[in-house]
C-alpha cells in the first residue's frame, strides 16, 4: 500500500474538504441511491481512493458486506479482481439465502460479481486461516460493533496485512467501537491514526457514524496477535455473544414491535454518538 500517495491524494476526491456535503464526484451518490446500506457516499469515496493505492499483489478485504454498499463502492473503476469480502448474513433478521441472492444480483448488475472472492461466513472463524491470496493492503472493518468483535475485528486481520496498509474502521464515533478499537491499539504497535472522520450525530449523511482510517506499517519486532486478549475474546463471542444475537435476530421479527424497540436501542441506545462531536480534521 502506497500510504504516502494515498494521503497525498485523498483531500483532492473530496475537493478539499472532507466534510463539505458536495463532493466532486456522484458516482456514490448512485450507488447510495441504488444499494440499500449504511455506508455514505463520503465513505465509500474513501474507500475507493484507497484501493487506488494498492501495491499490485495486494488485496481489498472487507467484513461486513450486508448488501453490497461499500464492496461496490470500493470496487467501482477499479478493474482488477482482488476484492474479498466476509458476511455472515446473521444480523438485521434477513433470511440469508434471499440476502445472499440479493447481493449476488446486485453485484452483477454493477458488474463487479466476477471480480469479487465474496465467502459467506462468521469473519472470526474465517479470516484466520487466510482468505487473500496476497497480503492485504486495504482492511475494511464493518461487521458486529460489540467490544469483542471490534477488537476481534482488528486482530484476526493483522496478520494478512501488507507490511504498510490502511485499516479502515466504520461506525467509529460510537462509543463501544471507539474505547475498544483504541484498547487493541494500546495493546498492539503499528497502528498510526491518519483521520478520524465524525459524525455530528447517528446517521449522519456526511460520515455515517464515524470512520476513523489507520496507516499500519508492520513493527521490526511484530508477533501475531494471538495472546489471552484474543483468544479469550475469541471465545467469548464464538460461543457466546454471537449465538444469543443471532438467535435474537431469527427471533425478533416474529415478534415486530419488540423488534423496532431492541433494533433501535441495538444501532442507538448503547452505540449512539455522542451530540456535538463533529470536530475538524
Ligand atoms: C453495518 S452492516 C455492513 C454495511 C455495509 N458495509 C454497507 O456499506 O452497507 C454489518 C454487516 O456485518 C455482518 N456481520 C456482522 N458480524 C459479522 C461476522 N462476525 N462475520 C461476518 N459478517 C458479519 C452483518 O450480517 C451485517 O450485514
Partial sequence: MDLHA???ALPDR???DFYSADLPDDAFEKIVADVDGMSTPHSL???NEAVRHLGPDEYYLEVGTYRGRSLIGAMLGHEHDRFVAIENFREFGFDPEIAQATVFDTLEKWGVRDRVRFL?????????RGVTPGPVGVYFYDGAHSRLAQYLGLAVAEEWLADEALVIVDDATWPQVASSTQSYIDAHPGYELLHDFRA???FDPLWCNG???Y?????QNWQRPDGFDVSWRRLAHIYGQEPVMNFAWRTL???PRVSAILKKAYLHGGTSVPEGRLDAE
Avoid: I, N
Avoid at 459467506?120 to 484466520?128: I, S, Y
Avoid at 496507516?215 to 513493527?219: C, G
Fill in 6 to 8: 494515498f494521503r497525498s
Fill in 14 to 16: 473530496f475537493g478539499g
Fill in 45 to 47: 469515496t474513501l474507500l
Fill in 120 to 128: 459467506r461466513g462468521e469473519a472470526f472463524t474465517v479470516l484466520p
Fill in 200 to 202: 455530528e450525530h447517528d
Fill in 211 to 213: 470512520v476513523k482510517v
Fill in 215 to 219: 496507516a499500519w506499517r508492520r513493527p
Fill in 253 to 255: 421479527p416474529k415478534f
